[in-house]
């Protein structure tokens, strides 16, 4: 404990005691800001890491929407094809659009391989 001095001038005591209390204002205020700085410090990261993932949740949802055009234009050309997979569609599509037909007999050659 420290030893109280007794009060010579009252002058000097009151400017002891405003000293005192203006230490304990500039401490408190410290403390004060000493709270507030980490926790403005955590809402500015918490935000910021908000807007990365916005964005990256704008990015995932063009890229799905680029995937599903793609998906409909795969299953037009699968569609396409599946017309002409079929050998009756292949031989109709070959007549009517090439003009081709099966050869005559007066079309026909047969090669002797000389056995």
């Excluded at 090439?98 to 090669?111: E, F, N």
């Amino acid at each position: 404990m420290k030893k109280k001095k007794k009060v010579e001038n009252i002058n000097e005591y009151k400017r002891r005691k405003k000293n005192r209390n203006r230490k304990r204002k500039i401490k408190k205020m410290v403390r004060h800001v000493l709270l507030i700085v980490p926790i403005v410090a955590i809402l500015i990261i918490n935000l910021c890491g908000n807007a990365i993932v916005s964005n990256y949740k704008y990015k995932i949802n063009n890229l799905k929407k680029d995937l599903r055009k793609e998906e409909i234009a795969l299953d037009e050309l699968k569609m396409e094809q599946l017309k002409y997979d079929n050998i009756t569609n292949v031989e109709q599509s070959a007549k009517d659009e090439l003009g081709m037909d099966y050869p005559t007999k007066s079309q026909i050659r047969y090669i002797d391989m000389g056995n």
